[in-house]
């Protein structure tokens, strides 16, 4: 191994203090130095190594499942011991393309070479024509860039309350508060989560942002009511609930809070982080419901598996923002909007979409029969390639043996619906095998209750 200097500006005293003599080293870089990583963290741990360390060193924060993800290709995924896994969670509905999607590769060894941040104190190519590409494709005629769904919820927040402000100046008290609704996700951040229905998420952290009524999905006249009393400043509303369970609004519901909102006043904002682009065989799940937001949210799968979030909206709620009142470093890079761009000019392709819509309805059409018949099997249901299937028992033991079984799920609503959310790009044959596994592990379910 090379050697390191230590260049000093002053000499070093053994009587001074071992904090003082650490702020009195100045490193300078020297081009010879053969640095190796320590054994511990080289790329080839294998699972119980990296299981190991992980308890040692991050915060438990994460129930995880039992498995090291080593790398991946399309739809399937492999441990450091080489087992193949069939991805239907796609990081929680993010890699849209699958892993390793060639074009997004191309695009992110390209931007890399270029740029990867610059701040935005700077104008930056690749953010511009992303938000261009954004408006062009949606009702929208302006973007705000963030680092995630969460964020981008948050953003929507600040700017419904700037636009209330804004919309009554000679009101003493604005509209500053929110509807939200029962089984509703909307992120973690203080005022993100305190727009999420579950009450594990905010009974922890209170207290989170006040004024928040939280309103059954789907109740109409209750909705009404509350708009009307002129103090809400938003209405938050997944069109299709994803963490909640994967249920579907009425296209009812949510033209009654259109017009509800309309008439009071307020905005809806539309929480599309996982609906949202592609995912139900639309490339924004508010066109299937011909009903369109002031604000509408969006993240996960934007960039193929690298952070970024939007707000998208009207120019009315736009101009209501002046320079200063929000931004963020990171957000709307040059790197991560170069990825973004690529997977949104892939999806938004129409033969694209009715890949997604074509695989969805079969996927159903297959585990309606292969499972359908089952006494713990309450309901199938989803739209495109987001499908929820309802249980009568918690889902835990299912995800496990499907997980042995080489099959990757996910769980959502109180534990008992399983959510199943596979890249956009996956395969009729593999959609075949991911039933196929799930009807074959569903006895589990009985040897569980015994």
Same mark, same amino acid.
């Given at each position: 191994? +090379?050697?390191?200097?230590?260049?000093?500006?002053?000499?070093?005293?053994?009587?001074?203090?071992?904090?003082?003599?650490?702020?009195?080293?100045?490193?300078?870089?020297? *081009?010879?130095?053969?640095?190796? &990583?320590?054994?511990?963290?080289?790329?080839?741990?294998?699972? @119980?190594?990296?299981?190991?360390?992980? !308890?040692?060193?991050?915060?438990?924060?994460?129930?995880?499942?039992?498995?090291?993800?080593?790398?991946?290709?399309?739809?399937?995924?492999?441990?450091?011991?080489?087992?193949?896994?069939?991805?239907?969670?796609?990081?929680?509905?993010?890699?849209?393309?699958?892993?390793?999607?060639?074009?997004?590769?191309?695009?992110?060894?390209?931007? !890399?070479?270029?740029?990867?941040?610059?701040?935005?104190?700077?104008?930056?190519?690749?953010?511009? #024509?992303?938000?261009?590409?954004?408006?062009? $494709?949606?009702?929208?005629?302006?973007?705000?860039?963030?680092?995630?769904?969460? %964020?981008?919820?948050?953003?929507?927040?600040?700017?419904?309350?700037?636009?209330?402000?804004?919309?009554? &100046?000679?009101?003493?008290?604005?509209?500053?508060?929110?509807?939200?609704?029962?089984?509703?996700?909307?992120?973690?951040?203080? /005022?993100?989560?305190?727009?999420?229905?579950?009450?594990?998420?905010?009974?922890?952290?209170?207290?989170?942002?006040?004024?928040?009524?939280?309103?059954?999905?789907?109740? =109409?006249?209750?909705?009404?009511?509350?708009?009307?009393? /002129?103090?809400?400043?938003?209405?938050?509303?997944?069109?299709?609930?994803? %963490?909640?369970?994967?249920?579907?609004?009425?296209?009812?519901?949510?033209?009654?809070?259109?017009?509800? $909102?309309?008439?009071?006043? $307020?905005?809806?904002?539309?929480?599309?982080?996982?609906?949202?682009?592609?995912?139900?065989?639309?490339?924004?799940?508010?066109?299937?419901?011909?009903?369109?937001?002031?604000?509408?949210?969006?993240?996960?799968?934007?960039?193929?598996?690298?952070?970024? +979030?939007?707000?998208?909206?009207?120019?009315?709620?736009?101009?209501?923002? @002046?320079?200063?009142?929000?931004?963020?470093?990171?957000?709307? +890079?040059?790197?991560?909007?170069?990825?973004?761009?690529?997977?949104?000019?892939? =999806?938004?392709?129409?033969?694209?979409?009715?890949?997604?819509?074509?695989?969805?309805?079969?996927?159903?059409?297959?585990?309606?029969?292969?499972?359908?018949?089952?006494?713990?099997? @309450?309901?199938?249901?989803?739209?495109?390639?987001?499908?929820?299937? #309802?249980?009568?028992?918690?889902?835990? &033991?299912?995800?496990?043996? $499907?997980?042995?079984?080489? *099959?990757?799920?996910?769980?959502?609503?109180?534990?008992?619906?399983?959510?199943?959310?596979? &890249?956009?790009? =996956?395969?009729?044959?593999?959609? #075949?095998?991911?039933?196929?596994?799930?009807?074959?592990? *569903?006895?589990?379910?009985?040897?569980?209750?015994?």
């Amino acid at each position: 191994m +090379g050697s390191v200097k230590l260049y000093l500006n002053r000499p070093i005293s053994l009587s001074r203090p071992a904090a003082d003599i650490h702020r009195s080293i100045k490193l300078r870089a020297c *081009l010879n130095v053969d640095v190796q &990583p320590p054994d511990s963290v080289k790329l080839n741990m294998k699972s @119980k190594e990296v299981m190991e360390m992980e !308890a040692k060193v991050l915060v438990g924060t994460y129930a995880r499942n039992p498995l090291v993800l080593a790398h991946g290709k399309g739809s399937k995924v492999y441990d450091p011991e080489g087992r193949e896994y069939l991805d239907c969670t796609s990081g929680v509905a993010v890699n849209a393309l699958g892993h390793g999607d060639p074009d997004w590769v191309q695009a992110v060894t390209e931007q !890399a070479n270029l740029l990867t941040h610059v701040s935005n104190v700077y104008y930056s190519i690749p953010q511009v #024509e992303l938000a261009k590409r954004l408006v062009d $494709c949606s009702f929208a005629d302006r973007v705000f860039f963030t680092n995630s769904g969460t %964020e981008a919820n948050e953003a929507a927040i600040k700017f419904s309350r700037k636009f209330q402000r804004v919309s009554h &100046p000679d009101e003493k008290n604005p509209a500053t508060e929110f509807i939200s609704f029962t089984n509703s996700f909307h992120g973690r951040t203080m /005022g993100a989560v305190a727009l999420t229905s579950k009450e594990h998420y905010r009974f922890p952290f209170e207290p989170v942002m006040p004024g928040v009524t939280f309103l059954e999905y789907g109740n =109409i006249q209750a909705a009404k009511e509350l708009i009307k009393c /002129g103090k809400i400043a938003a209405v938050f509303v997944e069109p299709i609930q994803g %963490e909640g369970g994967i249920y579907s609004a009425t296209k009812e519901f949510l033209q009654s809070l259109r017009s509800a $909102c309309d008439e009071a006043g $307020c905005l809806l904002v539309f929480d599309e982080v996982q609906c949202g682009l592609g995912r139900t065989g639309y490339l924004w799940a508010y066109e299937a419901y011909n009903v369109v937001p002031d604000i509408m949210t969006i993240a996960k799968p934007l960039a193929g598996g690298l952070p970024i +979030g939007a707000a998208l909206m009207s120019e009315r709620v736009a101009a209501a923002m @002046k320079y200063g009142e929000h931004g963020s470093t990171f957000a709307g +890079g040059p790197l991560v909007c170069a990825a973004a761009f690529t997977v949104l000019d892939k =999806i938004s392709r129409p033969s694209f979409l009715t890949s997604v819509s074509k695989k969805g309805q079969s996927f159903k059409e297959m585990l309606i029969q292969k499972l359908g018949g089952n006494s713990h099997v @309450k309901e199938i249901r989803g739209v495109g390639l987001i499908i929820g299937i #309802e249980l009568d028992v918690p889902a835990s &033991p299912l995800v496990d043996a $499907c997980r042995n079984s080489g *099959l990757l799920i996910l769980t959502a609503g109180k534990g008992n619906v399983v959510r199943l959310v596979p &890249p956009l790009i =996956i395969t009729e044959q593999e959609l #075949e095998r991911a039933a196929a596994i799930l009807s074959e592990c *569903l006895p589990v379910l009985d040897k569980t209750l015994k």
